[in-house]
């Protein structure tokens, strides 16, 4: 059976979103610092699992079976959470300009 580690990997990544929002506040990095910091991490955690789930659907399409299957399954979703965490702090900075092209439409 897998074990995901979602709630382990949540806190790690919430806990350090807080730490890098507190470094900010108290002028310790800056809020580019910040932001260049966790689109690093946001693009990498989407690179793996974005590549992972192609190598594993080609696999699973092609019926073919490989040796760390569950290994390259584990790191998928492990970095699939870091991806959609980090997304949603993404999704709060960038919401105005989200919220410009709903109201834009209308």
């Known amino acids: 059976m897998n074990n995901y580690l979602t709630f382990p990997i949540s806190v790690i990544i919430l806990i350090s979103y807080l730490i890098s929002f507190l470094l900010v506040k108290k002028k310790k990095i800056s809020p580019i610092v910040q932001r260049r910091f966790w689109n690093i991490i946001l693009l990498i955690s989407f690179l793996i699992s974005g590549i992972l789930g192609l190598i594993l659907a080609i696999f699973i399409d092609l019926k073919l079976s490989i040796m760390w299957y ?8 492990k970095t699939g959470t870091v991806m959609a965490l980090v997304s949603i702090f993404h999704l709060f900075w960038h919401l105005p300009y989200y919220l410009s092209l709903i109201k834009k439409k209308k």
Do not use: A
């Open 70 to 77: 569950r290994q390259m399954l584990n790191l998928h979703v």
